[in-house]
């Protein structure tokens, strides 16, 4: 009931297209849905993230659709660059006790083509 | 600011050695994490701290694996003896408070021959 199921498991666009990378979970009690972004070498860093009181998030090219019925959420890379080329985890956050829990989908690989 | 600061970056070993991960967090930040990311999959949460207590060690394999962090700053990982399974990356993040942002270092990347 804590895992957050991720699809693709790789992804390859050409520079501008919009790829879209969707998530979705089971346990109702997730309430903070943030998605991180990975290049090689590195660890994960906050992309954006949302709370399931809104259907949408937009930070400049990157937008959080998010269905509150359904338990999925995708994200969603406008005009896409060479430069987003990398592994996005998609995770769910829940309180547990007295701190936040954070659960990760099993990520996407993009590659951007030139 | 410097980020969360991770040593080595690389580690080769046989297996039945001992090995062990250092993580130096983000100055001020009382919540620390040790998660272990295997080849394609996403973290996974080792055992977080809160100040110098491990609050929650419940998937931390403690036949094997340990951890601690003294004064409530750095926090060292420790995998003895290490099997072929081990090998992975450990990563380490830190947070002002576990709702806060977590802030991941770059990981130790250990292969286990």
């Known amino acids: 009931q804590q895992q957050v199921k991720q699809s693709p498991q790789s992804l390859i666009v050409q520079k501008g297209g919009i790829p879209i990378i969707n998530c979705a979970y089971e346990n109702t009690a997730f309430d903070y849905f943030p998605w991180y972004q990975q290049f090689p070498g590195k660890g994960p860093a906050l992309l954006i993230a949302?709370?399931?009181?809104?259907s949408e998030k937009k930070e400049g090219r990157f937008t959080i659709s998010f269905n509150k019925s359904a338990k999925q959420f995708s994200l969603h890379i406008m005009d896409s660059q060479p430069g987003d080329s990398a592994t996005y985890f998609c995770a769910a956050s829940m309180e547990l006790g007295s701190a936040r829990q954070l659960t990760f989908g099993s990520g996407t690989q993009l590659t951007v083509l030139p | 600011e410097a980020g969360v600061v991770q040593s080595p970056r690389y580690k080769i070993i046989e297996k039945k050695q001992p090995v062990a991960f250092w993580c130096n967090p983000i100055?001020?930040?009382?919540?620390l994490y040790w998660y272990l990311q295997n080849l394609g999959q996403g973290p996974e949460l080792l055992i977080r701290?809160?100040?110098?207590?491990?609050?929650?060690d419940s998937q931390l394999p403690k036949d094997r694996f340990s951890a601690e962090r003294l004064k409530g700053v750095d926090s060292t990982l420790k995998i003895q003896p290490a099997e072929l399974g081990d090998s992975a990356v450990y990563l380490c993040?830190?947070?002002?408070?576990?709702?806060?942002?977590?802030?991941f270092g770059p990981g130790t990347r250990l292969t286990v021959l």
């Open positions: 949302i709370r399931p009181d809104v």
């Open positions: 701290y809160e100040n110098e207590e491990a609050v929650d």
């Open positions: 100055s001020g930040h009382n919540t």
């Open positions: 993040a830190s947070s002002g408070s576990s709702y806060n942002e977590q802030f």
